[in-house]
């Protein structure tokens, strides 16, 4: 008769040795019946125990390879993790590369333009009164010689004749005739009217900035 594994486990061990003489025959037939009876438990007993080896080695194998999975699953999400993180790092710096050579270049172009458009500015020698800034037609006088000839040379004539000056028009004086009615006459301001006077001439911001634009 079959008996349940706990009925198994609950039996009393016999030695072997016993067990071996009592299935020979050698202490009769009820010990031989009760020796096979006790071999057939031990074996199922064993057989139990080698099932709930097996099955608890099957339970740590299962484990360690889900444990081996995880770890593997967790180490390729990490290292995709580092390389999307190592290429948005690489993506940023050459964005910021980008970024500084465009501020660079912008630096540089506006250096070279305000380089540029100061040499512009520059003074230079007029070249209308080669740097005296006196005004040509009267040498900065404001006035320049007339003559006034007459038809007849008479002591009586009361109209001026002769060489007299007047007004230079060149830098703003009057020719008005003042002159021949022995008036102060309008004089000019002496100065070149291409510099003003300062001798040197300097293009201003818009027309530099109008130059560089034509040269680019």
């Avoid at 072997?16 to 019946?33: C, H, I, P």
């Avoid at 590369?97 to 100061?118: C, G, N, P, T, Y």
């Avoid at 520059?122 to 038809?151: F, H, I, M, N, R």
Wanted: hydrophobic residues 30%.
């Amino acid at each position: 008769m079959n008996k349940h594994p706990k009925d198994l486990q609950s039996c009393s061990p016999v030695p072997m040795e016993e067990l071996l003489l009592d299935l020979a025959g050698g202490n009769g037939s009820r010990k031989k019946r009760n020796a096979e009876e006790e071999l057939e438990r031990r074996r199922a007993l064993q057989a139990e125990r080698d099932l709930k080896a097996r099955l608890e080695k099957d339970v740590l194998r299962q484990q360690q390879r889900e444990k081996e999975e995880w770890l593997k699953k967790a180490f390729e999400e990490q290292e995709e993790k580092a390389k999307a993180l190592e290429e948005e790092e690489r993506l940023e710096s050459e964005r910021q590369a980008m970024q500084r050579a465009r501020e660079e270049k912008k630096h540089l172009r506006h250096e070279a333009r305000r380089s540029f458009l100061s040499q512009l500015q520059q003074p230079k020698t007029c070249t209308v009164c080669e740097g005296s800034g006196k005004c040509l037609s009267c040498s900065g006088t404001g006035l320049t010689s007339v003559t006034y000839l007459s038809a007849t040379v008479s002591d009586a004539s009361q109209i001026f004749n002769g060489r007299t000056f007047t007004g230079c028009i060149s830098c703003g004086g009057k020719q008005i005739g003042s002159e021949l009615l022995h008036v102060d006459v309008k004089k000019g301001h002496g100065r070149c009217s291409n510099c003003e006077g300062l001798g040197e001439i300097r293009a201003s911001e818009e027309e530099a900035a109008s130059a560089y634009m034509f040269l680019l």
